[in-house]
C-alpha cells in the first residue's frame, strides 16, 4: 500500500537514476527490491559503470555527472540519483509528497537530498522539509535542471563529488525526517575502507545519518543538557 501511494508522486521527478558499478550485481538486485518498497519499480533507470581503473573517487564523480549531463540532453527539468547501495526505512508517501508540494512552490531549488549528512539545519514553512548547509554523502538526491547544469562544468579536481557539491551549499533541503540512507554492504571505494569499517563500528551509514539529523535538529536541547550534567558533576565534585 505504501509503495502504491507513492508512484505517482514519484512522477514529479523528470528522470530517475542508480549508480551501480558492473560487477556488482548482488547490490543492483538489493537495489531493486528496495525501489519497489517505495513505488520505484519500473520508474529507475540503472547507469551500469566499470570500476575506475585508478582512482575510484574520480569514478564516482565522473557517474554522477554522467547521468547529470543524460537528464540534461534528454531535456529533464529535474533529476534523481540514487547509488546501489541504498536503504529505505521510514518511507512516508504523506511526507514526499509534502516535499514535491514544497518544490513546485518553490523553484529555486537546487538541490533536495532524500537522506545526507548535514553541517546544519532549520524549519522551513513545510513540516517535512529542512533548509541545510551539506556536509556529504550522495546516495539519494535530486537536482534541478538549472544547478544540474552548473555541475556538469565543474571537472575533477581532486576532490570527491560530495564535497564538491558541499561548496555550493545553496537553497539546498532535507526531507525530514530523512527516508534514504546507505547499507552495510561493503564499500568498493578502495580509499575508504579504513573509514569504511570505522562506520560499520559505530553501528553503520543508518546509524550515524539519524544521530547526526537528530543532532542538528534538537541541537540546543543537547547543549543545555551537557550544561546541566557538568553543573551536576561540578556541584557533586565541589
Given at each position: ?5 507513492a508512484k505517482n ?8 537514476y542508480c549508480i ?193 539529523e537528530f543532532y ?23
Amino acid at each position: 500500500m505504501t509503495a502504491e501511494a507513492a508512484k505517482n508522486d514519484w512522477e514529479y521527478f523528470d528522470k530517475i537514476y542508480c549508480i551501480s558499478l558492473k560487477d556488482r550485481i548482488d547490490r543492483q538486485a538489493e537495489a531493486k527490491i528496495q525501489f519497489g518498497k517505495v513505488g520505484l519499480s519500473d520508474k529507475v533507470e540503472f547507469v551500469i559503470v566499470p570500476k575506475h581503473p585508478h582512482n575510484c573517487e574520480e569514478g564516482i564523480y565522473d557517474s554522477h555527472l554522467a547521468c547529470l549531463k543524460s537528464a540534461i540532453q534528454a531535456g529533464a527539468g529535474n533529476v534523481v540519483i540514487f547509488e546501489d547501495d541504498i536503504l529505505f526505512d521510514r518511507f512516508s508517501p504523506a511526507r514526499l509528497k509534502n516535499c514535491i508540494d514544497f518544490l513546485s512552490a518553490n523553484p529555486d531549488w537546487n538541490a533536495l537530498f532524500f537522506g545526507c549528512l548535514v553541517s546544519s539545519s532549520k524549519r522551513t514553512q513545510n513540516e517535512s522539509v529542512l533548509k541545510i548547509k551539506y556536509r556529504c554523502l550522495a546516495h539519494a538526491y535530486a537536482l534541478n535542471r538549472r544547478f544540474a547544469e552548473t555541475i556538469i562544468k565543474t571537472p575533477w579536481r581532486e576532490i570527491p563529488y560530495d564535497d564538491m557539491l558541499s561548496k555550493h551549499s545553496k537553497n539546498f533541503y532535507a526531507i525530514y525526517p530523512s527516508f534514504a540512507f546507505q547499507s552495510n554492504s561493503r564499500t568498493d571505494n578502495n580509499r575508504n575502507v579504513r573509514l569504511d569499517k570505522i562506520r560499520r563500528w559505530c553501528g553503520g551509514l543508518w546509524r550515524i545519518q539519524k544521530i547526526n539529523e537528530f543532532y542538528h535538529r534538537h541541537l540546543i536541547a543537547v547543549i543545555a543538557t551537557h550544561i546541566i550534567l557538568i553543573v551536576i558533576i561540578l556541584k557533586w565534585i565541589l
